[in-house]
T-cell receptor, first 114, second 117 residues
Framework: QQQVKQSPQSLIVQKGGISIINCAYENTAFDYFPWYQQFPGKGPALLIAIRPDVSEKKEGRFTISFNKSAKQFSLHIMDSQPGDSATYFCAASQKAGNNRKLIWGLGTSLAVNP | DTGVSQDPRHKITKRGQNVTFRCDPISEHNRLYWYRQTLGQGPEFLTYFQNEAQLEKSRLLSDRFSAERPKGSFSTLEIQRTEQGDSAMYLC???????????????FGPGTRLLVL
């Protein structure tokens, strides 16, 4: 049972376009929602994260939109560049003692065409 | 580079052999996580340490898997009697206990890619 559902599985965008990746969750105890970027052969790197007390967070070209009532959140990449081509993962975690293990989506492979 | 490091980066072994991976976290981080990632999937949680104490283990971590973090610094993950199904990328992440109002961020190493023949 996938606790964090991510879509689409793959995405092709033209340079300068907007990339949008969506995630949905069921566990209302989740209180931290990061997005990670992973290049082939590398470990995931934190891109941007949000907590459910805000509806939007923007850092440079990357924006997270969060809809608490719908239990959905999405990543928007503005002015997408070929260097953004990577796999993107959404994740979620809840406070459970001292353990903040991340529950991950299945990933979205993004290709930005020049 | 003061990030999370993992060794080896790649390991090829024959079924039935034992393998051991090492993770060196960011020096001031007291929390350490191990995840496993198979092709086309997101990472899956395996186990978690706070300092030297192993506080949680996933059901994914069978009896053939053992992890240690002596002295609360580096960590090792050993797989005994490897099986072809163990082939995956093993990721280590470290973090610092958050201050009040802050959020814990996990920083990942490059991973160890294991292939069991």
């Amino acid at each position: 049972q996938q606790q964090v559902k991510q879509s689409p599985q793959s995405l092709i965008v033209q340079k300068g376009g907007i990339s949008i990746i969506n995630c949905a969750y069921e566990n209302t105890a989740f209180d931290y929602f990061p997005w990670y970027q992973q290049f082939p052969g590398k470990g995931p790197a934190l891109l941007i994260a949000i907590r459910p007390d805000v509806s939007e967070k923007k850092e440079g070209r990357f924006t997270i939109s969060f809809n608490k009532s719908a239990k959905q959140f999405s990543l928007h990449i503005m002015d997408s560049q070929p260097g953004d081509s990577a796999t993107y993962f959404c994740a979620a975690s809840q406070k459970a003692g001292n353990n903040r293990k991340l529950i991950w989506g299945l990933g979205t492979s993004l290709a930005v065409n020049p | 580079d003061t990030g999370v490091s993992q060794d080896p980066r790649h390991k090829i072994t024959k079924r039935g052999q034992n393998v051991t991976f090492r993770c060196d976290p960011i020096s001031e981080h007291n929390r350490l996580y191990w995840y496993r990632q198979t092709l086309g999937q997101g990472p899956e949680f395996l186990t978690y340490f706070q300092n030297e104490a192993q506080l949680e283990k996933s059901r994914l971590l069978s009896d053939r898997f053992s992890a240690e973090r002596p002295k609360g610094s580096f960590s090792t993950l050993e797989i005994q009697r490897t099986e072809q199904g163990d082939s995956a990328m093993y990721l280590c992440a470290s973090s610092q206990s958050p201050y009040r109002g802050s959020q814990e961020t996990q920083y990942f190493g490059p991973g160890t890619r294991l292939l069991v023949l």
